[in-house]
């Protein structure tokens, strides 16, 4: 090959991959995808976290003596139904 096709592929190479990064870019569809993710894991995070400490405080203050029951258990429970019915209610609950 000559020094002029192999310029010739070069860009040709150089401009299909800078056309599918122009596409990528302007739709956003990886940042939208990492926003996305972002999003879910701390509506199911944040409300089972803090169940978590709110029943961790219970437990040590108002612990019932012979008993099994178990605040923090119970608040982190509630804490998933809550981190559910949020996500469901933003990405799928349609008006």
Same mark, same amino acid.
């Given at each position: 090959m000559?020094?002029?096709?192999?310029?010739?592929?070069?860009?040709?190479?150089?401009?299909k991959?800078?056309?599918? #990064?122009? @596409?990528?870019?302007?739709?956003?569809i990886?940042?939208?995808?990492?926003m $996305?993710?972002?999003? %879910?894991?701390w509506m199911i995070v944040l409300p089972?976290?803090?169940g978590?400490?709110l029943?961790?405080? #219970?437990? @040590?203050h108002?612990?019932?003596?012979?008993?099994?029951?178990?605040?923090? $258990?119970?608040?982190i %429970?509630?804490?998933?139904f809550?981190?559910i019915y949020?996500v469901?209610?933003v990405?799928?609950?349609k008006k």
């Amino acid at each position: 090959m000559d020094k002029k096709t192999q310029k010739e592929m070069f860009q040709n190479n150089i401009d299909k991959q800078a056309s599918w #990064l122009k @596409k990528w870019r302007k739709k956003g569809i990886f940042w939208e995808k990492v926003m $996305l993710v972002g999003a %879910i894991g701390w509506m199911i995070v944040l409300p089972m976290v803090l169940g978590g400490y709110l029943g961790t405080y #219970l437990d @040590k203050h108002y612990a019932v003596e012979n008993s099994t029951f178990s605040w923090t $258990l119970t608040f982190i %429970i509630l804490g998933l139904f809550v981190a559910i019915y949020s996500v469901w209610k933003v990405f799928f609950y349609k008006k």
